[in-house]
């Protein structure tokens, strides 16, 4: 079973901080993703990276996958008290089964 | 356009017992996804349906079952519930396997 870690595991900043979250593994995904989920709520996608040192944009979040598709990461830039919520990142392997890391809970305080 | 949607919200049962819980996918959505969401933690796969046959399962005991039905709804039966059964339970839906999974909103299970 391929494992991802996520860091860190809690975050509070102020708003208009900026963020960095981390997913590692030490396997192999085809691709990778990150969803945010809100609590009473299921997950949320907000990107899929495929290609190894791809990087996305979504307004102020910025997504980026490793160059050995192993690793990726998502900042935040100018947080705002509508981003707080737990971020997992996810990685897929064959048949769609998706792999999660253990999340970042992001509290943005204003 | 209806989305994923799990029933029940929420249920207490106590450890022994057997739980059904339920999840209508989202409408043209053939393939259905089960998680299990612990508290604190993210959440893991416990298998995958795709047009009523299971297609892929997870780490988890024989106790853990399901069902996918010709409307493409789907059940997750768990046996014998164990107090570490507690967790979130999540249901996700795709067009087929390997397009993105839209989740449901859980149903959230108790055991005492």
């Known amino acids: 079973t391929q494992l991802l870690e996520q860091s860190p595991q809690f975050l509070s900043i102020q708003e208009g901080e900026n963020l960095t979250v981390y997913c590692n593994s030490s396997?192999?995904?085809?691709?990778l993703q990150w969803y945010r989920q809100e609590p009473g709520e299921g997950p949320v996608l907000l990107v899929t990276?495929?290609?190894?040192?791809e990087v996305k944009k979504l307004k102020r979040l910025t997504f980026q996958f490793g160059d050995a598709r192993k690793d990726s990461s998502l900042h935040i830039t100018a947080a705002q008290t509508g981003d707080t919520g737990l971020y997992l990142c996810?990685?897929?392997?064959?048949?769609?089964?998706?792999?999660f890391g253990g999340g970042t809970r992001l509290m943005v305080k204003p | 356009e209806t989305g994923v949607t799990q029933s029940p919200t929420h249920l207490i049962k106590t450890r022994g017992q057997q739980v059904t819980l339920r999840c209508s996918s989202q409408?043209?959505?053939?393939?259905v996804s089960w998680y299990q969401q612990a508290l604190g933690q993210g959440p893991q796969f416990i298998f995958q349906y795709y047009r009523e046959e299971e297609n892929g399962r997870g780490n988890f005991p024989p106790r853990f079952s399901g069902l996918q039905f010709p409307n493409y709804s789907s059940e997750l039966n768990v046996n014998a519930l164990e107090l570490d059964d507690s967790a979130l339970y999540l249901c996700?839906?795709?067009?087929?396997?390997?397009?993105?999974?839209?989740f449901g909103p859980g149903t959230r299970l108790t055991v005492l």
């Open positions: 996700a839906s795709s067009y087929q396997t390997g397009r993105e999974q839209f």
């Open positions: 409408s043209g959505h053939n393939t």
């Open positions: 396997s192999v995904f085809s691709s």
């Open positions: 996810a990685g897929e392997e064959a048949g769609n089964m998706l792999t």
């Open positions: 990276v495929v290609t190894g040192g």
